[in-house]
């Protein structure tokens, strides 16, 4: 593994397995301070295209990606989302403008995943490092946290034993190296599942705008994915029948099931091995948080590791974890609650309280990412 000498004078290698949007970053950030970080993934490539997965690009990840170009990029290929409201029957309860929030960017726009990793992997090549496709990270337990070792397999079969200075699992969810290292991952996952669908129209359909529609009990997320693309996610089994198409269907391009879990990892780091994204915190996509706080995790890891203050990562990023994960475990009861009091308190209250000001400017902030602390290595007022 190439290596580079940091803030402190020391020469340091690195490995970072999981090449999703959080490794990428991590390795982008890396190596624009002159790090050669190698970075491996057990999948063949990206995701697809049509695997959209996460959808929404914050103002802060645009401000993050802004030293590197991809900010750029990622603005030029993503379809704006210039309005948010909720809905309950009728009555508007929440009606947001994402483009009133203070700073570059408006406060979140809509691109595939498999979109923004190309744009990373692109921005990589140019420091000339690739991720390396098929080859999986190996490692029952990590017996030694500052000097860790792992075993690499790639896709023919051959292994590779890897001592790198500094180990970064951004291997998501599942993550082999927090299960490595012994780590928990502790928390709750609700008890409803929820549907995913994404229809493209033949004919022109509005995509500015996201929408939630609470049926008490039970929601319809329209968000839109591209010009023509539609995403819906929804509690409600038979979901697509409840849809009103916008225009004529010309296909459904992928659709999916999930549950959602709130856990995270405390610490996130121990001695030289640091997890990022969903290996170390995963929640509710309600707000469009979850890949904007793994990239804020790889941005900050990244500057630390020159900074040479890499044992303060977990200190600075555990408070931001707990608070997206206290909002976003908030926004999900509030539009999947039962309750008919309940229900009824929300839809009365919710739109007075959203008419003042600094309410709806706290919303916003949050829809942005501008509620976790701000990078001190970028300048831009927010």
């Given at each position: 593994?190439?290596?580079?000498?940091?803030?402190?004078?020391?020469?340091?290698?690195?490995l970072?397995?999981?090449?999703?949007?959080?490794?990428?970053?991590a390795?982008?950030e890396?190596?624009?301070r002159?790090?050669?970080?190698?970075?491996?993934?057990?999948?063949?490539?990206?995701?697809?295209?049509?695997?959209?997965?996460?959808l929404?690009?914050?103002?802060?990840?645009?401000?993050?990606l802004?030293?590197?170009?991809?900010?750029?990029?990622?603005?030029?290929?993503?379809?704006?989302?210039?309005?948010?409201r909720?809905?309950?029957?009728?009555?508007?309860?929440?009606?947001?403008?994402?483009?009133?929030?203070?700073g570059?960017?408006?406060?979140?726009?809509?691109?595939?995943?498999?979109?923004?990793?190309?744009?990373?992997?692109?921005?990589?090549?140019?420091?000339?490092?690739?991720?390396?496709?098929?080859?999986?990270?190996v490692?029952?337990?990590?017996?030694?946290?500052?000097?860790?070792?792992?075993?690499?397999?790639?896709?023919?079969?051959?292994?590779?034993?890897?001592?790198?200075?500094?180990?970064?699992?951004?291997?998501g969810?599942?993550?082999?190296?927090?299960?490595?290292?012994?780590?928990?991952?502790?928390?709750?996952?609700?008890?409803?599942?929820?549907y995913?669908?994404?229809?493209r129209?033949?004919?022109?359909?509005?995509?500015?705008y996201?929408?939630?529609s609470?049926?008490?009990?039970?929601?319809?997320?329209?968000?839109?994915?591209?010009a023509?693309?539609i995403?819906?996610?929804?509690?409600?089994e038979?979901?697509?029948?409840?849809?009103?198409?916008?225009?004529?269907v010309?296909?459904?391009?992928?659709?999916?099931?999930?549950?959602?879990?709130?856990?995270?990892?405390?610490?996130?780091?121990?001695?030289?091995?640091?997890?990022?994204?969903?290996?170390?915190?995963?929640?509710?996509?309600?707000?469009?948080?979850?890949?904007?706080?793994?990239i804020?995790?790889?941005?900050?890891?990244?500057?630390?590791?020159?900074?040479?203050?890499?044992?303060?990562?977990?200190g600075?990023?555990?408070?931001?974890?707990?608070?997206?994960?206290?909002?976003?475990?908030?926004?999900?009861?509030?539009?999947?609650?039962?309750?008919?009091?309940?229900?009824?308190?929300?839809?009365?209250?919710?739109?007075?309280?959203?008419?003042?000001?600094?309410?709806?400017?706290?919303?916003?902030r949050?829809?942005?990412?501008?509620?976790t602390?701000?990078?001190?290595?970028?300048?831009?007022?927010?």
């Open positions: 593994m190439a290596e580079r000498i940091d803030g402190e004078g020391r020469s340091r290698s690195i970072i397995a999981g090449a999703g949007p959080v490794g990428l970053t390795a982008l890396l190596a624009r002159g790090f050669a970080p190698r970075i491996v993934d057990a999948g063949a490539g990206p995701i697809p295209l049509e695997e959209s997965r996460a929404g690009v914050n103002a802060r990840t645009l401000t993050l802004s030293p590197s170009g991809v900010a750029g990029r990622i603005v030029a290929a993503a379809q704006p989302i210039e309005r948010f909720a809905r309950s029957g009728e009555r508007i309860l929440v009606q947001l403008d994402t483009r009133n929030v203070k570059r960017f408006s406060a979140i726009r809509a691109l595939s995943q498999g979109a923004t990793e190309r744009l990373l992997i692109e921005a990589l090549a140019a420091h000339g490092i690739a991720p390396e496709w098929r080859t999986a990270v490692a029952e337990t990590i017996a030694d946290v500052h000097k860790p070792e792992v075993v690499l397999r790639r896709g023919d079969g051959t292994m590779e034993t890897v001592l790198p200075d500094i180990l970064i699992g951004a291997d969810a599942h993550s082999v190296v927090r299960k490595a290292l012994g780590a928990g991952f502790p928390g709750e996952a609700l008890e409803a599942f929820f995913l669908a994404d229809f129209y033949s004919g022109p359909v509005d995509t500015h996201g929408e939630v609470i049926f008490d009990p039970g929601l319809i997320a329209r968000l839109p994915v591209s023509d693309t995403r819906y996610i929804s509690t409600l038979d979901f697509e029948s409840r849809i009103v198409h916008p225009a004529a010309a296909e459904k391009t992928w659709a999916s099931q999930f549950r959602i879990h709130f856990r995270h990892v405390e610490p996130i780091a121990r001695g030289n091995v640091f997890l990022a994204g969903d290996a170390a915190h995963i929640h509710s996509p309600a707000g469009a948080r979850g890949m904007n706080l793994g804020e995790d790889a941005c900050w890891l990244a500057w630390l590791i020159a900074e040479g203050r890499e044992q303060e990562y977990s600075l990023r555990i408070p931001a974890v707990k608070q997206v994960l206290k909002q976003t475990y908030g926004l999900t009861r509030l539009v999947t609650m039962r309750n008919p009091l309940a229900i009824a308190a929300r839809n009365l209250f919710a739109p007075l309280l959203l008419r003042f000001g600094p309410a709806r400017r706290t919303l916003l949050s829809v942005a990412g501008y509620d602390p701000r990078p001190p290595w970028i300048d831009w007022a927010e």
